[in-house]
């Protein structure tokens, strides 16, 4: 077990943070959290070129629509990774991560970081729960501790040169981003209380005259603001909530394996 590391984790509706945590947790004694979704966020990237005792850190990422969300690219592009190496992880509903973690890799490599292992886990679908249903479960656990155990045997194994030696899925130029032309609404319940506003990463919330407005050219339905919702009043719109559980609702008995590459 390591004695630190640093964990970069963007986590909307909290499955990513918690694939994270299992794998940091099994994988060092002592964990930092950087919220890659937090208002203000800078990813510590100075404290990261000025050198800390930590010298690896993992990220992690929800996969939307094969992608990684623009705000994860962006704030671990601001990395200074020189001398330092990253453990990376794609969180996914069930569906496919396609070229995630390719890009996830790509951006910290591009930073200055040795990527020497890679990881695709399951966990609840954000927008359709019940596709990937309590996942990550007791399983998913014991198989993200054992990659978190081989991921340290390989760092005691290799004295300089780490590299990850399995080409992981992908390809270039990367797929499209995600695009669906709606936005989560506020139902009867909603108390215009504030909490989507504040959770929202894109700023793409807002209130006027006491009711909620979302600006759909910054929304990316990551859906946190469902999630922070004390009365659950923020919801997909009926019918885009439809045409999802008929899209991905054969999913539902199925159980992806997750993956890794060392």
């Known amino acids: 077990m390591k004695e630190k590391v640093i964990l970069y984790y963007f986590s909307p509706t909290g499955g990513t943070k918690k694939v994270g945590m299992i794998f940091s947790k099994a994988f060092a004694g002592s964990v930092e959290e950087v919220n890659l979704g937090a208002k203000g966020c800078k990813t510590c990237a100075e404290e ?26 962006e704030k671990l592009g601001e990395l200074c990774g ?13 569906r496919a991560y396609e070229d995630a973690l390719l890009e996830m890799n790509d951006v910290l490599t591009g930073s200055g970081f040795e990527v020497i292992a890679s990881g695709a886990f399951i966990a609840q679908h954000s927008m359709v729960p019940f596709v990937g249903a309590g996942r990550p479960d007791m399983t998913d ?3 993200i501790e054992a990659f978190a155990r081989a991921v340290s045997e390989k760092l005691d194994s290799c004295a300089v040169d780490c590299k990850i030696r399995s080409e992981v899925p992908g390809n270039h130029p990367y797929k499209d981003p995600m695009t669906i032309p709606a936005t989560p609404i506020s139902g009867e319940s909603c108390t215009a209380c504030g909490s989507c506003v504040r959770i929202c990463p894109t700023d793409a919330i807002s209130i006027s005259e006491g009711k909620i407005q979302t600006d759909i050219s910054k929304c990316m339905l990551c859906m946190a603001c469902t999630a922070a919702c004390p009365t659950h009043a ?5 019918s885009v909530q439809a045409a999802m559980n008929d899209k991905l609702g054969a999913l539902k008995a199925v159980r992806t394996k997750n993956e890794w590459f060392l």
């Open 48 to 73: 990261v070129k000025a050198g800390t005792d930590c010298n690896i850190i993992v990220a992690a990422a929800p996969v939307f629509g094969g992608r990684i969300p623009h705000i994860v690219s």
């Open 82 to 94: 020189k001398g330092k190496k990253a453990v990376t992880l794609a969180v996914y509903g069930n």
């Open 234 to 238: 923020r919801i997909l719109s009926p």
């Open 141 to 143: 656990t014991e198989e």
